[in-house]
């Protein structure tokens, strides 16, 4: 990676003994900051305050000539009382820019020696009072799919514009209450028992988030959390979540449920009478080439 380091660091960092702590801006998409060091007190670098956070400890990190991701992970405890569990776990920091790098604490006039500079945030797992994140390089865009290929399966997601399925009302979305505990993912609700027009996969692979209670008792320790419903059986109306809560759920904690799609034709026409929007190739033979001429040359690819 390269980067512009003055001589006073260089030199500083050529010493037996140093004063270097690591320093993290991490910005969320909806563009609140959070800044933190793993030094033992706040520092002020190029104006700015670096929250002290001893509990974050970044792993090695990883640059690439080619075109492989660069890549680093970081663990730590929820120390910081702006970083909630909570939030976590419902993805607000999901995709968040982050820049990562080293600056004498004894003083930060002497510049900074950045490890990543606006890398982006991946998967983060919570787990009690921890979490695990990866942190991925500008690189990793490259891995990303730029165009779309012929899939036997919807490439829309239910609710979306391209999908145009409105998820309100009563047909495609339920209120429930939980009136049963087996374990962080598992639950018993009446909603679930309910009769979905002789469908009994209708509420699989939908979303179902956990609500605000509605007095200030207790319960709602998962509220605003999503996750997605694995299975769900109508004679027990047992639900299974894909996501282990990170806190227990509780008997009279509500929640909403949407109806799930498995992205297939014929739920597309049958659940939701939506097949004009399909967005997949069902027809299309395994194996064979498909040909689209949008232009001078011809656009082709193989499923």
């Known amino acids: 990676m390269k980067t512009d380091v003055s001589p006073e660091l260089l030199a500083h960092l050529a010493q037996e003994v140093t004063t270097i702590s690591t320093c993290w801006r991490l910005q969320r998409p909806d563009a609140e900051v959070f800044r933190f060091t793993d030094h033992d007190e706040d520092l002020e670098v190029d104006g700015e305050i670096y929250e002290a956070a001893s509990g974050t400890v970044p792993t090695s990190i990883s640059h690439d000539r080619g075109l492989a991701s660069d890549d680093m ?60 994140a990866e942190i991925r390089g500008i690189s990793q865009r490259v891995d990303a799919d730029v165009v779309e290929i012929v899939s036997e399966t919807c490439r829309a997601t239910l609710g979306d514009t391209r999908c145009g399925v409105e998820l309100t009302g009563s047909l495609m979305l339920r209120d429930g209450i939980a009136l049963s505990i087996l374990d962080r993912k598992t639950f018993t609700a009446a ?48 639900v299974t979540l894909f996501d282990a809560m990170s806190r227990e759920i509780q008997v009279g904690d509500e929640f909403t449920v949407t ?45």
């Open 191 to 238: 909603v679930f028992q309910e009769a979905t027009a002789g469908d009994p996969d209708f509420f699989k692979q939908g979303t179902l988030t956990w609500l605000e209670p509605e007095s200030s008792g207790a319960g709602g320790l998962n509220a605003g959390i999503s996750t997605e419903v694995v299975s769900a059986d109508r004679v027990t109306g047992e």
């Open 73 to 132: 992970e970081a663990m730590g405890l929820l120390s910081s009382d702006r970083i909630k569990e909570r939030d976590l776990a419902s993805g607000l920091f999901d995709f968040s820019s982050i820049s990562v790098f080293l600056v004498n604490w004894a003083d930060p006039s002497m510049g900074v020696l950045w490890l990543a500079k606006n890398w982006t945030l991946g998967n983060i797992t919570v787990s009690g009072e921890s979490f695990q």
């Open 259 to 303: 109806a799930g799609c498995d992205k297939k034709c014929n739920t597309c026409k049958d659940r939701f009478d939506n097949l004009v929007n399909f967005r997949g190739e069902p027809f299309v033979p395994a194996g064979s080439t498909v040909k689209i001429n949008r232009g001078p040359a011809d656009n082709s690819w193989t499923r």
